[in-house]
Structure formats: structure tokens, C-alpha cells
């Protein structure tokens, strides 16, 4: 729901027609779009077909009662605001009805201002909650610039300019290979701006059906095509004073291209199937594993788009070139997954790490977090070892290219990059990092003054 009321709606359901009909035209003039069902069964099947953001239902029906238009409404949503309405006499019944879920209860004969007055208080409350959840989502979910995992240069490069960028409305384009985590740095820069109170909305345009990708992000009208049963907000309106992530965006067919064109430009969306623009306010994000500029010079992409994406551009190194990063993604992943699967796995031993630090990660991050999920959920010992690790990893010998990615890099800066790297995964026990890296002591003392760390 939204503080918006032309996009509230409610349903409204009373075998009696004429008190249905009253209680709509009571909400009407706050704008709020009311649909009646003049039966219970006709209020399930509504409620089935589609979302409402306040159901106001009679508890005694002819044919299914207020209760179970109640259970129907929570199993369609679990947020939606529900008030019954009652007689004097079944008073202890609207009580028990709001130990079910109900929000609130009316008793016949229906006032209009306390109609009015409850209705906006449940709207209010389920705003509240869902405002609520989204907080407690981002909390859990840990995102910000600490859910970027890397004491690699190139990764702490990458932070720096997130960091930088973050609390702009800039358009930013984020590249990488598949893998690489895009969302995740998409989902820190809207963590880390201004529009963090409001939603991040992503979408993959590489997997929407073309017949669909416009209805996806603009919007519909009922009857707009065949299947539109219903009026439906797109992700522009939905993200309205957020963030919408386009994930895939090269995947994008041209003819929509123009319309995301002329959105960014005036900050209107038209729902599929209506002339009616509806004023948008929406930071855009992008990402891609593809040439952009290649796809414009071969037609496939319009060049006018890509420069309104690409406001500024973030480019996500591959795993292969912070092999140094690898230690420490390890190190989390074997953390989170034996918290989620209850396995008593409390690390990695120096033969496993060294396997898994030389493999190229084609892959690249997503494909690390797959393997070590395997190995916690099958390990048989507080350390996973190399028979741990998934035979497809021990089959592919890293090939004579695998450094070819840091080509161009000192021996100097990747040494420094490994022993950060180990101190960090040791949590700064030099004895043990001098294990880690097969060195003595008194020569990883030497490089820590050689290199100031």
C-alpha cells in the first residue's frame, strides 16, 4: 500500500447490496477504488484474483461467513488490512476475529465518519508494518558497504568508488562477468544513498518474456491484453521514490529500449493500455555481462539509452583476478552455511585452501558460494577438507591462462595482497598466516615491514 489513495484499493464484501454499495460510496470520496462482492464465495474469488490493500467483509453471510473471507484475505496477504462488520449481538465474534488477524471491527448500524476514521487507521497501520519489514529485511540481510567482501585492490577500489557515489541520484552501470555480484553492490549503493527508507525493486530483464517486459516494468490496464484480468502498478510505480535495478539490461528488445528511454527523460510512466502518464520519481540502476558498446555498433542496443544508464560506470573484477579475496569469501561462506544447515564445520584446512585458491573460478563468486554450500552440507569433520571438495573442482586443472588476468600486476602488489589477505583470514595471527602462506615466521616479519602493514 501506498500513501497515494487513487492506488488503494478495497473490497468491500456484504450479501446485503444496499449496505455494500453505502459503505463504497463512504470510502469513494477519500479515493480510494472500492469493489464489491455481494457474497462470501464471490469475495474469496475476488480476493484469489488479486491484491486489495483493505478488505472490509460482513461477519454473517448466507453463504460463507466473514471468517472465512478473513483466512481467505490473509492467505492472499499477509499485510492486507481487514475490518469486519457486526451486529450488537455477535460483538464477541468481531473479537475473535481480530485474534485471527482482523485489524478492526464496525458495528451495525455503520457510521460514516467512524467508517472513515478506521479505515484510514488500518491503512495507516498496514503501511507501518510493511515499512517495518522492509527495515528489518535490510538489517538482516546485511547489505551495505560491509556485505562487499575483498581486502584485494581492485576490490577495495571498487568500495571506494561505491562509497562515493552511493548518496547521489546519479544513474550508475554496473559490469561484470556472470557471477561477479552485481545485485550485491546495486543493493549497497541503494543501502548507502538517500532513498534507503524506500524499496529496492530489481528486475532481470533477461527473464521476462518479450510479450511481457513493458507490462513488467510500466504497468496495466484490465483488458490492456489477453490475460490482463486485472489493473496492475509496474516496477516504476512500484519503486516511486526508491531504486529500481535493471539487471541484464542488454537483454533488453529495442522497441522497449525507446520507451525506457523517454521515461528516464520525462519521469513518467504509461500503464500498458492507458494515456494516462503517472509522474515518477526512481534512481535507475543497471548491469550487464555484456559489450553495450559492441550491441550499438552492431544495432542491438540504443546508444541515446546507454549514455541515460550510464551516468557513471562501476566495473566488478573477476574472482581470477583477487585471488587473494578468495581466503576470506571462504571464510564467510563456510560461516553462513553451517549457521543454515546446523553442521559443526568451523573452517578449512591448508591443503582444501590452497586447492580452492588456485582453480580460475570461471563461475566467479557464485560458483565459489555453491561449492562451499556442498562442502559444509557433506563434510564429516570440523574441517572440510580436500576430499570435501566436488569433483568437478579437482577435474579442472587451472589452465596455462588462469594469471592471465593479472598480467600487468607487480609481484610486488600481489605478495601484498596475499599476506593482507592470510592476516585477515587468521584474524591477524602471524604465526598462523605464515603457515597459511608456507613461509617462516621471522620472513613473513620481514615482508610486513617491507610493505608497511
Not at 489477453?226 to 535493471?246: D, I, M, Q, V
Not at 590452497?354 to 557464485?366: M, S
Request: hydrophobic residues 40%; proline residues 4%.
Amino acid at each position: 500500500m501506498t500513501s497515494d489513495p487513487r492506488e488503494t484499493t478495497v473490497l468491500v464484501v456484504d450479501d446485503d447490496r444496499n449496505h455494500a454499495e453505502s459503505t463504497a460510496d463512504c470510502l469513494s470520496p477519500l479515493g480510494y477504488t472500492c469493489v464489491i462482492a455481494e457474497s462470501g464465495a464471490e469475495g474469496i474469488r475476488l480476493l484469489q484474483a488479486k491484491e486489495y490493500d483493505l478488505v472490509i467483509t460482513d461477519l454473517v453471510m448466507a453463504d460463507r461467513d466473514g471468517f472465512e473471507v478473513l483466512r481467505a484475505a490473509l492467505a492472499a496477504n499477509p499485510f492486507v488490512a481487514v475490518i469486519v462488520v457486526t451486529g450488537h449481538g455477535t460483538v464477541e465474534s468481531a473479537v475473535e476475529a481480530m485474534r485471527l488477524g482482523a485489524t478492526d471491527y464496525l458495528l451495525k448500524p455503520v457510521n460514516i465518519e467512524d467508517l472513515r476514521m478506521k479505515a484510514t487507521r488500518a491503512l495507516e497501520r498496514q503501511e507501518l508494518r510493511l515499512a517495518n519489514l522492509d527495515m528489518r529485511r535490510r538489517l538482516e540481510a546485511k547489505f551495505g558497504f560491509q556485505g562487499i567482501i575483498g581486502s584485494s585492490e581492485p576490490m577495495q577500489r571498487l568500495i571506494r568508488r561505491v562509497r562515493q557515489i552511493a548518496d547521489t541520484d546519479v544513474a550508475v552501470l554496473i559490469a561484470g562477468e556472470s557471477g561477479t555480484g552485481k545485485e550485491l553492490i546495486a543493493k549497497s549503493i541503494h543501502e548507502n544513498s538517500r532513498r534507503r527508507d524506500n524499496r529496492f525493486i530489481p528486475v532481470n530483464c533477461g527473464a521476462i518474456s518479450q510479450n511481457l517486459v513493458e507490462s513488467e516494468l510500466f504497468g496495466h490496464e484490465k483488458g490492456a491484453f489477453t490475460g490482463a484480468t486485472y489493473a496492475r502498478k509496474g516496477r516504476f510505480e512500484y519503486a516511486n521514490h526508491g531504486t529500481l535495478f535493471l539487471d541484464e539490461v542488454g537483454d533488453m528488445p529495442l522497441e522497449t529500449q525507446v520507451k525506457l528511454l523517454r521515461v528516464l527523460e520525462d519521469g513518467e510512466v504509461y500503464r500498458v493500455g492507458s494515456n494516462q502518464a503517472i509522474k515518477v520519481d526512481v534512481r535507475i540502476l543497471s548491469a550487464t555481462n555484456q559489450d553495450l558498446e559492441e550491441m550499438i555498433r552492431q544495432g542491438k542496443f540504443r546508444e541515446d539509452l546507454f549514455w541515460r544508464l550510464r551516468g557513471i560506470s562501476v566495473a566488478i573484477p573477476p574472482l581470477r583476478e583477487r585471488a587473494g579475496d578468495v581466503p576470506l569469501l571462504i571464510d564467510a561462506y563456510v560461516r553462513e552455511y553451517a549457521r543454515v544447515y546446523g553442521r559443526p564445520v568451523q573452517g578449512i584446512d591448508r591443503e582444501a585452501l590452497t586447492i580452492l585458491t588456485r582453480y580460475p573460478w570461471p563461475g566467479n563468486v557464485r560458483e565459489l558460494k555453491n561449492c562451499i554450500e556442498e562442502m559444509v552440507v557433506v563434510a564429516d569433520s570440523p574441517q572440510l577438507r580436500p576430499e570435501h571438495i566436488p569433483e568437478r573442482i579437482h577435474a579442472r586443472e587451472a589452465p596455462a591462462g588462469a594469471l592471465a588476468g593479472v598480467v600487468g600486476v607487480s609481484i610486488r602488489d600481489m605478495e601484498r595482497e596475499l599476506i593482507q589477505s592470510a592476516l585477515t583470514y587468521v584474524k591477524g595471527n602471524r604465526q598462523e598466516a605464515a603457515k597459511l602462506l608456507g613461509i617462516g615466521e621471522r620472513t613473513l616479519y620481514r615482508k610486513l615491514r617491507r610493505y608497511g602493514i
